[in-house]
């Protein structure tokens, strides 16, 4: 039996969707801004994986209308950050003077965006494997079908990563953390978790150790997005954020539509640069680095959550207008179907 098929807004998953991308801000923050705190961006790592462990969790299914929704959020960001790139100081001529070209440019690096829609490709398969009763005979085979993948994922391509091993690991095209093998792992991870329950038996005590023991290896490097260690840290603070109790209708759920926006917004040619010189100048006036990150993490979360919502008011305006022009039944806002 498949589960978590269709995804309700649940308060509690929102806000731990939230808290990951303020994570993910942080982590660009703490890359581009020059202030050290090395061991803090190891650790913000496997914030990247829990979103594809979220994504497993509830399931992800494989509709063109969805692809036409997520590159259409991505050619919108593309497009608002090349113009503000092409009248700033930050424009980098040597990959084109056009527009065209540093929207080209800024659209093909966005490594999550196009890794996520390969896990969605994947999806369905992975679906397909964990489609049982649960037993312990089904529980073996269905561990059988993961297992692989998993190994894949965050044991061979993790460990490819270190020059010390890769020498002697056969050469292999696709593996890495910045890859779709990454998401893809994680789905499976989460689809496994959740068809067996094993994360729910988990004692509260040993999560608390694993996670503690995970936190450690992490500031020491070992939480790339691809290692093991991610997805322990991925799985265990999903376990703990669905405890929370949040109030429905609240803000929360309003504020999470914006978080995949959030982060397309950010990962540019110009934001990094910018990162740099506002922790620069924030960093005169408050002289502890910890909270200059925080600062910094705030105004372009904020910046970035408020252009998003402008691309949402302007879509739902459109949305109306449409509606009042053309009798027609909206399934979402791009993708129409006649009333018959």
Known sequence: ????????????????????????????????AQLGYDWLANMLHPCVTAFAFVSGWFGCKCRVGKFVRLYAVAIFCAAVMTTVLMHSQYVATQFGTTWVSQFLRMFRNYWFLHA???????APLIDAAVDLDYS??????VRGRIVPILFLSFVWSFFATFHFVESWMPRTSGLGAYTSLTLIGAYAAARYCRWSGCLDRLPNSKSVMIFAVCV??????LG??????????????????????????????????????????????FMFPFIKDIALKISSVLPN???????????IFILSLLVDVARRTFV?????????????KFTNPLLLRSVK
Not at 216 to 221: D, H, N, S, T
């Open 1 to 32: 039996m498949l589960l978590g098929s269709k995804r309700s807004r649940n308060p509690s998953v929102e806000a731990y969707r939230i808290a990951l991308m303020l994570g993910i801000t942080m982590l660009h923050v703490v890359g581009n």
């Open 116 to 122: 996520y829609a390969a896990m969605m490709l994947v």
């Open 136 to 141: 312990r005979e089904n529980e073996k085979i």
């Open 216 to 221: 450690c290896l992490a500031a020491f490097k």
């Open 224 to 269: 790339r997005y691809n290692s093991p260690v991610a997805l322990f840290m991925a799985a265990i603070t999903f376990k703990w954020a669905r405890k929370l109790k949040i109030r429905e209708g609240s803000l929360v759920c309003w504020c999470s539509a914006s978080m995949f926006s959030i982060y397309l917004l950010q990962v540019n040619d």
């Open 289 to 299: 680095g910890i909270v200059v990150i925080v600062a910094v993490t705030t105004v």
């Open 316 to 328: 739902s305006i459109v949305v109306c207008v449409i509606k009042q022009v053309v009798p027609c």
